[in-house]
């Protein structure tokens, strides 16, 4: 066996970028030259000033900005169904981050099942564990019953309004029917034509834990309490489900002719809240219309913070449908998304799972620009408590963790190393948050999430940390999330992740200005940690322990994905890269969804595209165990919502990176997508890319620094490059080589980077080259 140390790219500090400049300002330059040669050598192109010399403003010329433009491109991608649904990864789902429902046939009847589940609606008692005493619990459903035998539907669900739409027709007439759910409330609308009328129903369900589908309670486990309903004056219905562990759960429903309003509420410890909750809830949203506007002005306003199209129609459709998906599973003040989203189905996972879950679920929120969903920056924000709590009381004086899985509220013991526990996952979530602190430079973030728990959460770590006789200092036996070996010691996941903690708080401390007495203990565990074990297929899972089973984690990688320590910018790692990649897709039987969209992004920091594509075709792919659901969602023995979501965080991969640094733009475009448009993504530094490329090159790259840090570009052009401010002044560079430039960009500002004449500066969708079916069963 042997090792493999690894270094990291540093990320560009201010003061270095300004005395690399040196004060150097350029309009054009050869794509590939040094700065300072190139700005002696280049030659003003016929008809342009010369370089330094002051050009005229420009600006992009976005085709999305109006209503009518986003209506008409998302309609291109919305779900349909011209067949009723009978599953729920069939159906139609809607959601506002809080409350949930899924809309598919009632099983065995002639009814329309509309779920109702809530991401709060939990149980109290941690005693028994996250899969009964702390797990999300279900609250029920609506049936809608026609007159007559449903026959055929025709449905839409609207990403633009986030509206589902559409009728279903019977041997009695026809249901019109329209659906949302916005601020905690189901709204529905349904009307009825010739013999036809709607029946609700609302049926409560048993507050037990659906993992009840896979084993037995825990012994001393006593049910909840059945519910009990009443009808207030105003007609409104409630059901109130009280529970052992305190608490209550509230579901108020109110019908007004063709309208019918739903609102749950839950409370801990109130047994009252929850009540007052749902009845307030439904007399805010007042009617369908009246909800209906506040909803749409929502929506509308979060699909224009970032666009992006490419030609292959069903991965665009999915990627947007990806989206809305996650806005409507997740906000940055609710709860942070159990493996179900607010969904709950029969499953043995209703919890939130730390290993890998978690972290999957929100990646993609940073490059589409929509850090207002990150609730797992919030939830570990608010129960620092909690996670210190969870250490075993002899570290809780200076140490944090959390378990594999949880509540909302991280309330899950970890255990010791040396013992064969799983002791890193809160170290692998806060590198979710350092990521939100990247994307928007949010020193508050820093200073009061990532900074303090961090510093804890690798405390835990030092204290077994012990040196061995070759002088390295070595962690005692822990587990690599669910491999089915333990290690004797040093397992590849926590070295991965101690090496970025204790190298992300030296750059947060300084960063804050912070001169911590731990700092050189620090120094020292990056010195002295053993390097990560090593054979000749690549990284181990760790000490003594290759990996010789098929897996469908790739813990025993995290140092490649997403944490790149190490990486394609390092040539003496490359093979060592491929090889641990290949090696863990060759040992098939195990693999899952997200084997295959993190083999995608893995392939994508390398450049390779088109073995990144093919990575991600097989997600999709029909014939494989457990493939892509017809609504997008995922399931294994049950719901997994973090799959497909990963699934737009690998074609974000493809699109734009920017670990290490550096933004990358198009690092890894397949050969197929010749024409491919980003507007707005948002990358580590807080800059908004917007870029073109087609007939396979790449047009120009615009970017807006909202923070002032400072930018390094990777930008894949060739020939005499053009680099201006957006007042038409050349920007200050400094050409690094190999296709990346150092560029001075202050706070607020823009810069246009092209080559050759200046193209059209258009931000539009692309043709589809690839046409496919809508999403759903059209």
Known sequence: MTSQPEQRLPIPRRAALGTALGGVAAAALPGTAHAEESLRAAPAAAGDPVAGARRSPWRLRDTMATDGAWAGFLHGQDLLWTRLPTRWYEGPFLGDGLLGSMIYQEPGANRIRFTVQHGRVQDHRPQFGSGWGTCRLPVGHLTLAPVGTITAVDWRLSLWN?????????????????ALIHDEVLAVRVSAEAGEQATWTFHPEEAISPRKISEAPPSGYTANPPWTTRTAPDGTEQVLQPLTGGGRTATAHRRTGDELLLSVGHSFPSDTAAEADSLRNLRHATSYSALRRRHIRWWHDFYRKSFVSFPDQRLQSFHWIQLYKVASASRADGPVMATCGPWLEPTPWPAVWWNLNVQLEYWLIHGSNHLELDALATTLRRNQEQLIANVPAAYRSDSSGVGRSSDMFANRSVGRPGTGAEVGDLTWALHNVWLSYRHTMDTSLLRDTLFPVLRRAINYYLHFLTPGSDGKLHLPSTLSPEYPVVPPQDTTYDLALIRWGCQTLIESAELLGIDDELAPRWQEVLARLTPYPVDGNGFMIGAGTPYAQSHRHYSHLLMVYPLYLVNWDQPENRDLITKSIVHWHALTGAHRGYSYTGAASMYAMTGDGDTAITYLRKFFDPTTRYPCRANTHYTEAGPVIETPLSASQALHDMFCQSWGGVIRVFPAIP??????????????????????????????????????????????LTGTLTVLLDDGTPARIHDLG?????????????????????PDLTIAPVAVSEPGPAWGLP
Do not use: C, M, Q, Y
């Open 162 to 178: 986030a509206e589902l739409t559409g009728t279903i027709n019977t041997t009695a007439g026809t249901l019109t029917l329209a």
């Open 671 to 716: 050969t197929d997508w010749a024409d491919v448009t980003l507007h707005n993504f948002r990358t580590e530094g807080a800059f908004l890319v917007s870029a073109v490329r087609k007939a396979g090159k790449t047009r120009f790259i615009r970017i807006k620094s909202l923070a002032g840090e400072p930018l390094t570009l990777r930008h894949g």
């Open 738 to 758: 190999e296709g990346t430039l150092a560029i001075d960009l202050p706070k607020g500002r823009e810069v246009l980077v092209h080559s050759g004449s200046r």
